[in-house]
C-alpha cells in the first residue's frame, strides 16, 4: 500500500540553527500538508499546500516557516531560526481530492 | 474557532469487551468525520471515516455520526489487547482542509 515517506525520522539541531525536514508524499496525491504534535498534546495543523502555493496556514506556521515542492515528489519545511519550543513530532500528511489525509511517520524535530 | 472535544478517557476494557469512544463537535456545519488511532510515538493511522447521518461499519470497528447533537463515536468490538492505542477523533474545515483534531481517547484492553 502506498505510504507517506518522512526523513529524518530524528533530527536534533541546536538553537537558532535552521532545519528542513523532508516528505514524500503519496505520488497521485494533490494535498499536501504539515502538522505538529508537542509530546503530550494535540495534533496541531500547520500548513497546507495546493497547486505549488500554500492554501492555509495557521497562526504557529509564522516567518519562521516556510515549505516548498522542490520537485515532483519532495514537499519541505523548512524552520529558519530554531526555537527550543519547536521541539516536537513534526507529521507531514497528504490526500487525493475528496479523501482522508494519510500521515508519514514523524520526524522527531529536538532543539537543544 | 472550531472545536473538538474529547472529554471522557483514559478508558480501560476486558479483553473481548466492547469499547465505545465518544466526541462532539462545535461547527455544525461540519461534513465529514475521521478516526485515527495513534500508538504511542507513532503517527495518526486512518482507522474509519463517516460523512452521513447513522452507523458505519467496517470489521470490528463502528463509526457513528447524529449531526443534530454534533457528536460522533466509535465502538470496537471484540477489544483486543493490540486494540490500546490513543483515538483521536478529527474533523476537517472543509474539503481538503486542515483538520482539526481532539486530544485523543487512551484506551487500554486487559487481557
Known amino acids: 500500500e502506498p505510504e507517506v515517506t518522512q526523513t529524518p525520522s530524528h533530527q536534533v539541531t541546536q538553537m537558532g540553527q535552521e532545519v528542513i525536514l523532508r516528505c514524500v508524499p503519496i505520488s497521485n496525491h494533490l494535498y499536501f500538508y504539515w502538522y505538529r504534535q508537542i509530546l503530550g498534546q494535540k495534533v496541531e495543523f500547520l500548513v497546507s499546500?495546493?497547486?505549488?502555493?500554500?492554501?492555509?496556514k495557521s497562526e504557529i506556521f509564522d516567518d519562521q516557516f516556510s515549505v516548498e515542492r522542490p520537485d515532483g515528489s519532495n514537499f519541505t519545511l523548512k524552520i529558519r531560526s530554531t526555537k527550543l519550543e519547536d521541539s516536537a513530532m513534526y507529521f507531514c500528511?497528504?490526500?487525493?481530492?475528496?479523501?482522508?489525509?494519510?500521515f508519514g511517520d514523524g520526524t522527531r524535530l529536538s532543539i537543544l | 474557532q472550531k472545536e473538538v472535544e474529547q472529554n471522557s478517557g483514559p478508558l480501560s476494557v476486558p479483553e473481548g469487551a466492547i469499547a465505545s469512544l465518544n466526541c462532539t463537535y462545535s461547527d455544525r456545519g461540519s461534513q465529514s468525520f475521521f478516526w485515527y488511532r495513534q500508538y504511542s510515538g507513532k503517527s495518526p493511522e486512518l482507522i474509519m471515516f463517516?460523512?452521513?447521518?447513522g452507523d458505519k461499519e467496517d470489521g470490528r470497528f463502528t463509526a457513528q455520526l447524529n449531526k443534530a447533537s454534533q457528536y460522533v463515536s466509535l465502538l470496537i468490538r471484540d477489544s483486543q489487547p493490540s486494540d490500546s492505542a490513543t483515538y483521536l477523533c478529527?474533523?476537517?474545515?472543509?474539503?481538503?482542509?486542515?483538520?482539526?483534531f481532539g486530544k485523543g481517547i487512551t484506551l487500554s484492553v486487559r487481557p
Open positions: 463517516i460523512y452521513s447521518n
Open positions: 500528511a497528504s490526500s487525493d481530492q475528496h479523501q482522508p489525509q494519510h
Open positions: 478529527a474533523v476537517p474545515a472543509g474539503a481538503n482542509s486542515k483538520l482539526t
Open positions: 499546500f495546493y497547486n505549488n502555493e500554500i492554501s492555509e
